[in-house]
Nanobody
Framework: QAQLVESGGGLVQPGGSLRLTCAASDFGLNYWDIGWFRQVPGKEREGVACINRSGGNTYFVEDSVKGRFTISRDHAKNTVYLWMNSLKPEDTAVYYC????????????????WGQGTQVTVSS
């Protein structure tokens, strides 16, 4: 079964930066719109941002990350990135990437394939 793999999480101080990577070794990530999600214990998983197949359209679900997070993709490497700057303690969560049926300014479409998640902890 196709699976995505996230990496790049870790422990970072408030105000720091991380780059998360979403990769897929056994199928073409480039054919999909991709979304980033996050989840904290006891809460529902929430959408963070998405990028369409061409990389020309991005959408940020969470107002709190606008201006701090950037999403991009590298077609040559079959990867999608989530660049996170000015991190805050409230950004602490497990971050997941998933394929989407669509990514538009109206929101994220249905998800299909998921990764296992990568932990991001923002703490001093």
């Amino acid at each position: 079964q196709a699976q995505l793999v996230e990496s790049g999480g870790g422990l970072v101080q408030p105000g720091g930066s991380l780059r998360l990577t979403c990769a897929a070794s056994d199928f073409g990530l480039n054919y999909w719109d991709i979304g980033w999600f996050r989840q904290v214990p006891g809460k529902e998983r929430e959408g963070v941002a998405c990028i369409n197949r061409s990389g020309g359209n991005t959408y940020f679900v969470e107002d709190s990350v606008k201006g701090r997070f950037t999403i991009s993709r590298d077609h040559a490497k079959n990867t999608v990135y989530l660049w996170m700057n000015s991190l805050k303690p409230e950004d602490t969560a497990v971050y997941y990437c998933a394929t989407l049926s669509y990514c538009t300014g109206y929101g994220l479409g249905n998800t299909n394939y998921w990764g296992q998640g990568t932990q991001v902890t923002v703490s001093s």
